[in-house]
């Protein structure tokens, strides 16, 4: 189980255990963390999932692929060297105090 937490951008910040196999999108999907609306349900198609990772954060995180490379390019809100789709950040143990700040939009 991880503990990560969600920041809008308002500045609220919501703090969730979440269990593995689950995804950080997941994770705030089954906890009612608004802000993450995963349209395509967690297959990296549509770029609702949108997070930036906090640029303080050391926890290891797997490698973009391609096709989150490339949904990355049109998400509703710019794109940053820290940003990831959260359905493609499976949790593990070693995600446990992973900060994501959320966009102003999703779609």
Known sequence: MAKITYQHPNGTITVVDVQAPNTVMRGAKLNNVDGIEAQCGGSAQCG??????DEASTVPLPPMDEVEDDVLYGTACPRRENSRLSCQLPVTDDLDGLLVHLPEAQS
Do not use: F, P, R
């Open 48 to 53: 609702t999932c949108h997070v930036y990772i």
